[in-house]
């Protein structure tokens, strides 16, 4: 071996299994993962609650050790090796800042435990909040601090160790939906700028399609699918998957038979589906589906339709209202309407 760090990817999991308790009340939280993560990627851990993801992550931070496998950071094996002998840093989802202490301690406290001398690690802490734009909140307590602040300052506490891989669980989950999607963009650019890795764990599908290069789908402490967010979103490679991330719209094997002549269970996305009335043509390249409207979902800007069709499966439809208002759209229950979608969008979950 030479140069270790240039000899495996940031993070190497292989055959990861952790198990909790004993007899009978044992719990298998991660049944066998694999998965290489790239230097400088933002690899997202996706799942339900319970899926196994926040165990992974700990076990890559070493707060929990695994029951079987090993784990890798830049080539060096490091599964039993402790939390602070490995070059990773946890961002957690409640912060975990110290309340007594101002912004400016937080964020120098890592360094005042390695030992780093006054100077140096002021100057550090103080690069490290204006990085995420807080240079002049250093002296507030975190309870002055709004929750997206105080996220930031649990970032720049990490990013102050500037450790190589930055691990974060669910570190937006306790912000507000619009305070959310900018930590969301604020955060990807920090990624972007640090060229960092960083394995981020949420359960919202939304964010990881948003954030990610590439996405871990996770269920029941396995992974079932691994890709950028393009490939999980528009080719899903199982049932779970396909539900998980966006609407399922399942053709069950015979109503896939019945309207694509093709064995399976297939699905198309919400949006790439066109609704129009039953005497409209499909074009070459298009399916076309007979059915009614069951249920209208008026959301502002768009409207869902949920349409039973009579090759026996339930799609959703999903319109912006470019023309409509929620009036219009709600007269539609009960209408007989043909769905029509090109080919290219269908795919098979089987
Ligand atoms: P997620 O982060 O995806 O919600 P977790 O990794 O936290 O999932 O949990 C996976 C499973 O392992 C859950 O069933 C959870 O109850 C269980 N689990 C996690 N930590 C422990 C623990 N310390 N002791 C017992 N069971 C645990
Ligand atoms: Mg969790």
Do not use: C
């Not at 890592?110 to 002049?136: I, M």
């Amino acid at each position: 071996m030479t140069d270790p760090a240039t000899t495996g990817p940031a993070i190497r999991l292989r055959g990861l299994v952790k198990t909790f308790g004993v007899g009978t009340s044992q719990v298998t939280a991660v049944a066998g993962v694999d998965l290489d993560i790239v230097d400088g990627e933002f690899l997202t851990l996706l799942g339900p609650s319970g899926s196994g993801k926040t165990t992974v992550l700990r076990m890559i931070a070493g707060f929990e050790l695994p029951t079987e496998g090993t784990i890798e950071l830049a080539g060096r094996e490091v599964t039993r090796v402790p939390p602070f002998d490995r070059d990773v840093n946890t961002v957690f989802q409640d912060y975990a800042l110290f309340p007594h202490m101002s912004v400016l301690q937080n964020v120098e406290y890592g360094l005042r435990v390695k030992g780093v001398a006054k100077a140096e690690r002021r100057r550090r802490a103080v690069d490290a909040l204006d990085g995420v734009r807080l240079g002049d909140y250093g002296q507030r307590k975190p309870g002055q601090l709004s929750g997206g602040q105080r996220q930031r300052v649990a970032l720049a506490r990490a990013l102050v160790n500037r450790p190589r891989v930055l691990l974060l669980d669910e570190p937006l989950g306790a912000l507000d939906l619009k305070l959310r999607e900018e930590m969301q963009v604020e955060l990807k650019v920090i990624q972007r700028q640090v060229g960092l890795t960083f394995v981020f764990v949420t359960h919202d599908q939304e964010e990881a399609l948003t954030m990610s290069d590439r996405i871990a789908v996770f269920h029941d402490g396995r992974i079932e699918q691994v890709g950028t967010p393009a490939e999980i979103y528009e080719r899903p490679s199982s049932p779970f998957v396909a539900g998980f991330v966006g609407t399922s719209n399942l053709m069950k094997p015979a109503a896939a038979q019945a309207i694509l002549g093709r064995k399976g269970t297939w699905s198309v996305r919400p949006e790439k589906v066109r609704m129009v009335s039953e005497e409209e043509p499909a074009g070459a390249d298009e399916r076309s589906a007979d059915g009614t409207v069951a249920e209208v979902v008026y959301a502002g800007a768009a409207t869902r339709f949920l349409v039973d069709l009579d090759a026996g499966a339930r799609l959703t439809v999903l319109q912006q209202n470019l023309h409509t208002s929620s009036m219009q759209v709600q007269t539609l229950r009960g209408t007989r309407v043909r769905l029509l979608w090109r080919r290219e969008h269908e795919f098979q979950l089987d």
